[in-house]
Structures are given as C-alpha cells and as structure tokens.
C-alpha cells in the first residue's frame, strides 16, 4: 500500500520561513509533487522533485531523499496568501495516478 | 486558471440517483484524471483516461464509471448515490500522463441528500 505523513497544521508569521515534511510508504515511486489548495479551490501545482536534491523556484523550494523517503517543501518570504492547504504526493507508477497525503494547513499572521 | 473547465460547478441530489460529471482538459493534454476529495477520506485518486483508454484505476467504486470520448473531454457517472459520495470531484490533465505536473479543474461539489 501506500502511505503519506505530513503535518496537520503549521502556521506562521509573515516574512518567516517554514518547512512542511513529508514521509512516504510506497510500493513504487516516481517523484515527490507538491500542490497548494485554497479553501474550496481546486489544487495547484507547485514543485516536482524526481531525483535526490534541492528544487527550488522563486519563494518556494522541494528537496527529496529517496534512501530516507523524504521529502520537504519550504516556503520562504511568507505572505499572508500562502495561508492554504500543502498537499505532497507520491507518483506510483509511470502512468501519473498520484497518492497524496492528507494535506498540511498552513495559517500566516500578520 | 488551470485551463481545465468543469461542470457543473454544484449538484444537489438525493440517494439513488445517478450524475454525471463533465470534465475538458486542457488544450492538447492526452491524459484525463479522475479524483474526490472528501473531509475523511482525503484526496483520492479515482481513475485515469489516456488518449480516450483507461490507463489505471484507483479506489474506484463499481456505482462509478467513466469515459473519454475522442474530442478528449471525459465524463464520470456515479450511480446509485449514497450519503456518502457527497465531495469535491476533481478533473486534472497533463499533456502524456507520466509523473509530474498536473492541472486541477475547480471541481465539482456534489451534495447528496
């Protein structure tokens, strides 16, 4: 099977920096995705790391370790906007279908 | 916005009906998914159309079935609903299917009563 842990809840001042966690159980893996959702929004894509490393663009940045079946997304120059839902979730198998964990609600005050 | 259209935005039901949910991806994307999100279950992957053929298959109950047509737009029919199928249905695409970057539709909230 196939299981995801990430934190329920982080929150956070604007301007500061913070890091979501993510572990992962699967069967097979092709790539760790992060997606960004807002309360009754559809989610949005934000990284993809296949390979061991840091991926970064803009505020945003993924890395991954495979041998340790982790992986984190940090969010950098917080703005009261990223205050959403952080999903990540696992690519099984070269098809696409996507596993994600039960999501990580983040809140940013001012 | 993702590119990806969905309709209808809200449904309202009563159990035992049937739906039908319409899904159009993204200009030139190939492959067409399928997922619900749900407050216990999380967001679930359901199915997976490539090119117009079922490419693999999630937690998909046998009520639920769905199809790619050849213009690539994708319909998902749930049948015989009970309380519990009350979620946001969400419709992605990509342009081959493999891992990587998916576009999410804004989804479909299906109440049912």
């Known amino acids: 099977g196939q299981s995801l842990e990430q934190p329920s809840e982080v929150t956070a001042v604007e301007g500061a920096i913070v890091q979501i966690n993510c572990t992962y159980q699967?069967?097979?893996?092709?790539?760790l995705s992060w997606y960004q959702q807002h309360d009754g929004g559809a989610p949005t894509f934000l990284s993809y790391n296949a390979l061991d490393g840091l991926e970064e663009t803009g505020r945003f940045s993924s890395f991954l370790s495979r041998s340790d079946s982790y992986g984190y997304l940090l969010l950098q120059e917080l703005q009261m906007k990223d205050s959403a839902s952080y999903f990540c979730a696992v690519g099984g198998s070269t098809l696409g279908r996507l596993y994600f964990g039960r999501g990580t609600q983040l809140t940013v005050w001012p | 916005d993702s590119g990806v259209t969905q309709t209808p935005k809200h449904l309202i039901t009563a159990t035992g009906q049937r739906v039908t949910l319409r899904c159009s991806p993204r200009s030139g994307d190939l492959s067409v998914y399928w997922y619900q999100q749900s407050l216990d279950q999380g967001l679930q992957f359901l199915i997976q159309?490539?090119?117009?053929?079922?490419?693999a298959k999630g937690n998909i109950l046998e009520r639920f079935s769905a199809q790619q047509f050849p213009d690539l737009h994708s319909e998902l029919n749930l049948s015989s609903l009970e309380l519990g199928d009350s979620a946001l249905y969400f419709c992605?695409?990509?342009?081959?299917?493999?891992?990587?970057?998916?576009?999410f539709g804004p989804g479909t909230r299906l109440t049912v009563t």
């Open positions: 992605a695409s990509s342009p081959q299917g493999g891992v990587g970057e998916q576009y």
């Open positions: 699967t069967s097979g893996f092709y790539g």
């Open positions: 159309y490539y090119n117009g053929e079922e490419r």
